[in-house]
């Protein structure tokens, strides 16, 4: 019988440590000074493609927050209904504003408004496109376009395995160069689809006890 065994090492949280700017140094370098507090830019909205790193970095904005034990809402595609700005808000993070519904937009609307009349929270949204290509109520897109707008640039092929290879020590094994030129040539080539099939051959390692290699990379592929 198989042995099963249980991935115990932890999955490294998106952090600005394990982030790779590529062509985003400006954005990341900006950010980095509103959370150290050496800018006061309150309101951000990041655009670019799928892939690019856009939930890598948002979700790494509400760790920073979480760690100083501060209250971070990170909210992908979605806002409930029931959520109210109060003064404990750090942070409020919106992934995919393009997927709002209009009852969604209307609220997000009137959550900008407070933030800056009270003086509340860092707000960061981002979408798939520039504001002004957005399929969004025109009064929320002045909105998106108050604070810093920035587009996020896809990783290069060589940062893209620069990546891949830290993210492999992270999970405790190092990656040769050759099996993420393979990865990048077999999978989709968004980083996201490129982590998703680390991990799954990371796994499969594990539970086989065999060592990372091309030959492994290739029975995974055949048998998918």
Known sequence: MMQQI???LPVTAPSLQNFIPGRNLELISMIKRVLHKKENERFFYIWGNTGCGKSHL????????????QSAYYFPGELPADFDVNSDIGCLIIDDVERFDEFAQLKLFNIYNQLRDKNLALLIV??????????????????LCWGLVYQMHELTENEKIEALQRHALERGFALEPHICQYLLRRSRRDLRS???????????????????????????????
């Open 126 to 143: 981002s979408g798939n496109s520039a504001p002004s290509q957005l399929d969004l109520r025109r009064d929320l897109v002045t909105r």
């Open 194 to 224: 490129l982590i998703m099939r680390l991990d799954e051959l990371d796994r499969y390692s594990l539970i086989h006890q065999r060592k990372v290699t091309i030959h492994l990379l290739r029975k995974i592929f055949r048998e998918n």
């Open 6 to 8: 249980l991935d115990i």
């Open 58 to 69: 948002l979700q790494a904005i509400a760790y920073h927050f979480i760690n100083k034990q």
